[in-house]
């Protein structure tokens, strides 16, 4: 069954402490993304990947860090530096020639 | 890349047909019109992607004009499990990584 998982679907944590949330696909796709949602807004692209061993900052990357050891995971690093790191984060995957993006089903992090 | 302009919002009744409508001026030759839908706390789901005229799947149509700067989504007698947000993308075939989504349109549909 192909798809993306993300893990944990819910995540709570302390101010000040980094956390990481993790995104697995089983698609074979180059491409991966990460992309935070805020309440009632639209996806902003935090990182991109198109390929292992290789990353690009997207448009809201301060306070996050990423990396892409293997082609099947991306996982996300929420630093202590982002300064309100609460939001619901999409992981997605894209494979080759316009492909489609394909979603995991998110997760949700409170930090209190 | 290619900016993507939609409604906020929109507001429907069941079994109407609603055409939700995204400009995006500046697209390329080789840049295809993917159409999203998200439900609350899950990740957005495709719809259906065109390059040019019109596309029509199971779920929905997509309309694309031969100038190809704007492209209408068409949800064929909605009922209440279509309210959503629907996202435009604009995106090439090659595997450029930076995809980015616009605000999107939340459709409302009332009984």
């Known amino acids: 069954d192909g798809g993306i998982t993300q893990s944990p679907k819910y995540l709570f944590r302390k101010e000040g402490q980094n956390v990481t949330l993790s995104c697995e696909q089983n698609l074979n796709h180059d491409a991966m993304y990460w992309y935070r949602q805020d309440p009632g807004q639209g996806l902003r692209l935090i990182y991109y990947?198109?390929?292992?061993?290789?990353?690009q900052k997207g448009d809201i990357a301060e306070g996050y860090s990423v990396s892409r050891e293997k082609k099947e995971s991306f996982p996300l690093t929420v630093t202590s530096a982002q300064k309100n790191p609460t939001a619901f984060y999409l992981c997605?995957?894209?494979?080759?020639?316009?492909?489609?993006?394909?979603f995991g089903p998110g997760t949700r992090l409170t930090v209190l | 890349l290619a900016k993507t302009t939609q409604p906020i919002s929109m507001d429907s009744y069941e079994g109407q047909e609603v055409n939700i409508t995204c400009s995006h001026n500046n697209i390329a030759t080789n840049d295809y019109i993917t159409w999203y839908q998200q439900f609350p706390s899950q990740g957005p789901r495709f719809i259906i992607q065109?390059?040019?005229t019109k596309v029509t799947n199971e779920v929905a149509s997509l309309f694309i004009p031969a100038d190809r700067k704007s492209s209408t989504l068409s949800l064929p007698r909605v009922s209440l499990s279509d309210t959503a947000v629907y996202y435009c993308?604009?995106?090439?075939?090659?595997?450029?990584?930076?995809?980015?989504f616009g605000q999107g349109t939340t459709l409302q549909v009332k009984p």
């Open positions: 997605a995957s894209r494979g080759p020639g316009g492909d489609t993006q394909y």
């Open positions: 990947s198109q390929i292992v061993n290789d990353f």
């Open positions: 993308l604009v995106a090439n075939s090659s595997n450029t990584g930076k995809l980015i």
């Open positions: 065109g390059y040019k």
